[in-house]
């Protein structure tokens, strides 16, 4: 077990070599993971990463809304409003074809990923607040994500909101809420689950983006360049007004990356899920081609943010 552990930990420190590596396999070898979205897998792959997660929220995760709501508000606000906006800015912007804007609008319309958390934590940002934000986003997505789609996507392509939402339960709400009740009564028990849960979330993730990118390995070859290029600038101006956002508040220098972090990285595993099932293949790439993204991106800007020093001068009050 103490092997499987370290090999787990392994896996989440590598995570963004192997989506990169994955997804270049996928992209010449579709043949090989054509199966996993032929077969339907993609969305109890996701299930079983939000089971994950559900098996690791302990009560203080939500202590932390009641200790620190409006903080915790001002994160969720500005996952909410500044992905959506700037997908539905770029798409008008760049002219994007109707699958790919649709792509572009439901990547940004997500919950923040679960692996903000552990950017954050490495960035010397707020854990506490990043699992507080990433928690209740994820909570209000069956709503606010389908109503985002809805408002902004729909110019493009037809949305059902109602589809869209039992969509999110059953692959979120429903996950997390059984991993919460496997938690409650097996008690210290899950802790050798939770030990392992790296390597479970990256093997599902990798797989979910290798299945995309064999679903749509045309389409990428033709549009792949322009797609990256509106992913890059998507998650890399989120990450910077996440950022200011923070400082717009006046919040702290660990809150100010918090946010950036928890803005930029969004729950893309969802995206594509969502994709797969309501739109078509070509509207997963986004998402996937995101995940491949911000998962280099993040630890790139939390290595940067390490280095800031915790009480910057415009953190330290000023003379009267």
């Known amino acids: 077990m103490r092997a499987l552990a370290a090999l787990s930990r392994f896996a989440g420190n590598t995570f963004a070599l192997w989506v990169l590596l994955f997804a270049g396999l996928a992209f010449y070898l579709p043949s090989v993971f054509l199966p996993i979205a032929k077969g339907g897998w993609i969305v109890p792959l996701l299930g079983l990463v939000m089971f994950g997660m559900g098996l690791t929220l302990k009560t ?56 903000s958390n552990v950017i954050t ?43 869209m939402f039992w969509s999110i339960v059953q692959v979120v709400i429903l996950p997390i809420v059984l991993g919460l009740l496997a938690q409650r009564l097996l008690g210290a028990r899950v802790q050798a689950a939770v030990e392992v849960l790296p390597l479970v979330s990256v093997v599902a993730i ?44 006046g919040l702290p220098l660990a809150q100010r990356k918090t946010l950036s972090i ?17 739109f078509t293949p070509l509207a997963a790439v986004p998402s996937a081609l995101f995940s491949v993204w911000h998962n280099l991106s993040g630890p790139l800007l939390a290595t940067v943010y390490r280095r800031m020093q915790d009480r910057s001068a415009d953190d330290l009050p000023t003379r009267p």
């Open 206 to 249: 990798v797989a979910i983006v290798a299945g995309v990118v064999a679903a749509s390995q045309a389409k990428i070859a033709e549009s792949g360049l322009l797609i990256m290029a509106v992913v890059v600038l998507h998650n890399g101006l989120g990450l910077a007004l996440g950022y200011l956002a923070g400082r717009l508040f």
């Open 60 to 115: 203080a995760d939500f202590a932390e809304v009641a200790r620190r709501p409006l903080r915790v508000l001002i994160g969720v606000l500005a996952q909410f409003i500044i992905m959506p906006a700037l997908a539905w800015l770029l798409c008008q912007a760049l002219g994007l074809p109707a699958e790919i804007a649709v792509g572009v609008i439901l990547v940004g319309c997500c919950p923040g990923g679960t692996a």
């Open 262 to 278: 928890e803005v930029g990285m969004q729950n893309s595993g969802l995206g594509a899920a969502l994709a797969s099932a309501h």
């Open 121 to 163: 934590w490495f960035a010397r940002g707020d854990v506490a607040l990043s699992v507080a934000i990433t928690s209740v986003s994820t909570l209000l997505a069956p709503l606010v994500t389908p109503a985002l789609i809805w408002l902004l996507a729909s110019a493009w392509l037809p949305v059902d909101f109602a589809a």
